[in-house]
C-alpha cells in the first residue's frame, strides 16, 4: 500500500520525528545528532526486524529480558482484544473475572504465596514489597521501628526511588540524590570476585552471613526485610552457590526479617524453572513478579504475599489506617491480566521452562570454551540467563573497558545479533555482556548467538 495513501510514515520520516520528539530510556541522544537511530518495526519468533529491513536474532529477549515466549503470539493478541472489547479498565479496589483468574493461577504456582496484588511495573511491584513489609511490622509492633530494607550489591531493583535507593549498583544512583534513608547493603555473591578473597567451597559463605552482621549494625530491631534477585541479573548475571540461600533464610527468620525475591526477571522460566528461587532451597516471604509475567505484550506487574502477612492488614472497619492503603492505577487494566493469563498457558503448554533449561544449559557450554580467548575470564549463568565477564589479563582479572564492551556489542550486532552487556552500573566493573534470548530458541538460533561472540571477541584480540 502506498504510505502516502495510508498515512503511515516514512522510514526517513519516523527518524527525523523520533529526533525532535522522543525521549528515549537509558539513552544518551547526543549521538542521534548525525546518526540515524535505530528503529525496530516487527518481531516473529526470536527474530526481530528493523526500520531498513535489516533483521536480528535476539539474544536479550526485547533489550530488556521480558519477551519469554517470543514474538508473534497471536493468541496473546486475541485475549487481550477480547478482554478489552468485554471490559478495558476498572480500578483494583474492585475486582474484574481476569483479575481473579490471574490471582487464582500465580497462586496455585507458588502455593505458599495466596495473596497477589497487581501493578504495573516491577520498580512499583518492589514498592509494594517495601511498603508491606514496613505496614506489617507496624501493625505487629504499634510504636515499634523495624522499617529498614538490607539489599545486595550489585542487585537491581527498580527505577523509582525507594526501589532504586534498594538497588546495589552505585553509578545507576548518581544525581538522582538524596535518596530515602532506611536501606543497607550487604556484599555480593560473586564468586568469581569474592568480596572476601575467599574460595568456595573453602569458605564460610562469608558473603551469606554477613547479613548477621549488617542486622546487628542497624539495630536487630529495626530490620524489617530483605531484597534479593534469586539470580543478580544486570548486576553481571551471578548464580549464588546452593548453601547461600539457606544461610539467609535461617538468619531471617532468627532475626523475624521478612525475606522477599525480587523475580521480575527470573520469573517464568527465564533461568530454567519456573522461578528462580526454585533452584535453592529457600522459602520467600514476597515474591514480585513482571517482565516475563506477560512476556512484554502488556505492561503488568505482581506482589505475591503469604497469607500470614496479608492477614496482618485486616482491619477492623472502624480502623481508617489498618488496612493496605494503597492502589496501582494500571493495575487495573483488565487486557494485562488477560495478557498475563494466556502467556502463562503458553509458558506451561509449550514446557518452555524446560527448553530454556536444556538450551541454556547447551549455550553455556557453547559460550565455555570461548574461556580459551584471554579476553574471556568466566561464563556463567542458568537457564536462558548468561553473562560472559571479559577482562584484560585471566590472571590479574583486570577489567575489561566498558568502552570496548560496547564496540563489542556493537559488531555483534553487525553480525546480525543483538545482546546487550554491563553499563554505567557498578564502578570499574561494567565488564559482562548479557544473553537472555527468548526461552523458545533452538540450537540454530543459540548457534548464531555463540558464533558470532567467538568472531568478534576474535577480532577484539588481533
Known sequence: MNRAISGEPSAAELVELHRE????????????????????????GY????????????????????????????????????????????????????????????????????????SSSGSEANEKSFKMARQYFAEKYPGGKKHKIIYRNRDYHGTTLAALASSGQQERKIKFGPLPEGFAEIPHALCYRCAFKKSYPGCNLECARALEDVIRREGEDSVAAVILEPVTAGGGIIPPVPEYYPVLQEICRRYE??????????GFGRTGLMF????????????????????????????????????????????????????STFGGCTGSSAAALENIRIIEEEKLADNSAVMGSYLIEQLKELEDLSIVGNVRGKGMLIGIELVEDHRTKQPLQEKQLASIVADVKQEGVIIGRMMRSVPHLNNVLYMAPPLIMGKDGLDAIAAALRKVLGKHLA
Open 47 to 118: 527474530i526481530l526486524k528493523d526500520i531498513q529491513g535489516r533483521e536480528y536474532i535476539d539474544g536479550l529477549s526485547g533489550g530488556v529480558w521480558a519477551v519469554n515466549v517470543g514474538y508473534g503470539r497471536d493468541s496473546i493478541a486475541d485475549a487481550v482484544s477480547r478482554q478489552l472489547k468485554r471490559l478495558p479498565y476498572y480500578a483494583g479496589s474492585m475486582a474484574t473475572p481476569p483479575y481473579i483468574m490471574l490471582a487464582r493461577k500465580l497462586a496455585s504456582l507458588l502455593p505458599a504465596l495466596p495473596k497477589v496484588y497487581i
Open 276 to 327: 528462580g528461587h526454585q533452584h535453592y532451597d529457600v522459602d520467600p516471604d514476597i515474591i514480585t513478579l513482571a517482565k516475563g509475567l506477560a512476556s512484554g505484550y502488556m505492561p503488568i506487574s505482581a506482589t505475591m504475599a503469604s497469607k500470614k502477612i496479608f492477614d496482618r492488614f485486616l482491619a477492623e472497619p472502624e480502623d481508617i489506617n489498618g488496612f493496605f492503603r494503597d492502589i
Open 21 to 44: 520528539h522522543l525521549w528515549l530510556h537509558l539513552t544518551n541522544h547526543k549521538p542521534y545528532e548525525t546518526q540515524d537511530p535505530p528503529i525496530m518495526v516487527e518481531g516473529q
Open 257 to 266: 526479617v521478612l525475606l522477599i525475591m525480587d523475580e521480575v526477571v527470573t
